[in-house]
């Protein structure tokens, strides 16, 4: 499937600012709408969408269309669109799918399925082949913030890291916590996981990005604890950090809005995405 207005027509990358980035998107669901819609709004004369990898089986809205937007089930045909960077945000399968040929192509790529990264040989295969590429894996930091700090307690004797996630009982339906708690009759807060940020990731692959970038910013996935808890009382995607090294301790608690159109993901998610995508052309970068 190729939705190109204009097949035949061939792309002149010179006839377009240099500040100019053209985005391909792998997922059109609600993050990867998200993203778009975001792109359309913030970042005129500095990045477009320039070609959308969807299953053969879904469509886009037709908003969401120009003659020049190329929609298609192949990444060469997406590749051919003069991309200059893509953003995957399809899941797991996806990063199996597409991620390796990303790369190998010469192109640096956007992860928001952080979480993917938890399987050790998938990690360290993207890890070689972004290396071999000489391109890099840019992971957004989604909902959460204070990643800058752990980042930097790495150097400065980061010793404890606890991420504690905290949502309603519908964010964690379709998943491992309803073999591990009866969520439809919760009356208060229920704790059912404790363990590292790389079993949460495995075990919840769909709600525990967050866990996953958090242990990739610091102590690593097997030394970040990770508490997952679902709260009756709770309308937020509440995400909390308490860390501890020589150079001093952070405690931070955020309270994040749901995605209207996926509970399980975070509104500041398209948002993390966004800035990354600007982030590699401003003049400033903070």
Same mark, same amino acid.
């Given at each position: 499937?190729?939705?190109?207005?204009? =097949?035949? &027509?061939? #792309?002149? %990358?010179?006839?377009? %600012?240099?500040?100019?980035?053209?985005?391909?998107?792998?997922?059109?669901?609600?993050?990867?709408?998200a993203v778009h819609e975001l792109l359309l709004i913030h970042a005129t004369g500095t990045?477009?969408?320039?070609?959308?990898? #969807? %299953?053969? $089986?879904? $469509?886009?809205? =037709?908003?969401?269309?120009?003659?020049?937007?190329? @929609?298609?089930?192949?990444?060469?045909?997406?590749? *051919?669109?003069?991309?200059?960077?893509?953003?995957?945000?399809?899941? &797991? /399968?996806?990063?199996? +799918?597409? *991620?390796?040929? @990303?790369?190998?192509?010469?192109?640096?790529?956007?992860?928001?399925? #952080?979480?993917?990264?938890?399987?050790?040989?998938?990690?360290?295969?993207?890890? !070689?082949?972004?290396? +071999?590429?000489g391109r890099q894996m840019l992971l957004p930091s989604g909902a959460i913030g204070g990643?800058?700090?752990?980042?930097?307690?790495?150097?400065?004797?980061?010793?404890? @890291?606890?991420?504690?996630?905290?949502?309603?009982?519908?964010?964690? /339906?379709?998943?491992?916590?309803?073999?591990?708690?009866?969520? *439809?009759?919760?009356?208060?807060?229920?704790i059912f996981f404790r363990g590292t940020a790389r079993e949460a990731a495995i075990r919840? =692959?769909?709600?525990?990005?967050?866990?996953?970038?958090?242990?990739?910013?610091?102590?690593?996935?097997?030394?970040?604890?990770?508490?997952?808890? +679902?709260? =009756? *009382?709770?309308? !937020?995607?509440? &995400?909390? #950090?308490?860390?501890?090294?020589?150079?001093? /301790?952070? $405690?931070?608690?955020?309270?994040?809005? %749901?995605?209207?159109?996926?509970?399980?993901? $975070?509104?500041?998610?398209? &948002? /993390?995405?966004?800035?990354?995508?600007? !982030?590699?052309?401003?003049?400033?970068?903070?």
């Amino acid at each position: 499937m190729n939705m190109k207005q204009d =097949p035949g &027509h061939e #792309i002149d %990358p010179t006839q377009r %600012p240099p500040q100019m980035q053209r985005i391909g998107l792998i997922g059109y669901g609600a993050i990867g709408r998200a993203v778009h819609e975001l792109l359309l709004i913030h970042a005129t004369g500095t990045a477009t969408v320039a070609g959308i990898l #969807i %299953p053969p $089986s879904a $469509s886009i809205e =037709p908003a969401a269309q120009n003659e020049s937007l190329v @929609v298609t089930d192949r990444l060469e045909t997406l590749l *051919a669109a003069d991309i200059d960077i893509v953003v995957e945000c399809a899941g &797991h /399968s996806a990063v199996d +799918a597409y *991620a390796v040929d @990303v790369l190998r192509a010469g192109l640096d790529l956007v992860l928001v399925s #952080i979480g993917a990264l938890a399987d050790a040989e998938r990690e360290q295969r993207l890890r !070689h082949e972004a290396t +071999a590429a000489g391109r890099q894996m840019l992971l957004p930091s989604g909902a959460i913030g204070g990643i800058d700090w752990i980042g930097a307690a790495r150097s400065a004797g980061l010793s404890e @890291v606890l991420y504690r996630s905290r949502k309603s009982p519908l964010a964690w /339906s379709g998943t491992d916590a309803e073999q591990l708690v009866d969520l *439809a009759s919760l009356t208060s807060a229920a704790i059912f996981f404790r363990g590292t940020a790389r079993e949460a990731a495995i075990r919840f =692959p769909r709600n525990a990005n967050v866990a996953a970038t958090v242990a990739l910013a610091g102590l690593g996935l097997d030394a970040t604890q990770v508490e997952l808890i +679902a709260d =009756p *009382a709770t309308r !937020h995607n509440v &995400h909390e #950090i308490e860390a501890d090294s020589a150079g001093g /301790s952070m $405690s931070a608690r955020i309270k994040g809005m %749901p995605d209207p159109g996926n509970p399980k993901t $975070s509104l500041m998610t398209a &948002h /993390s995405v966004l800035r990354t995508i600007l !982030h590699r052309r401003t003049a400033m970068v903070i």
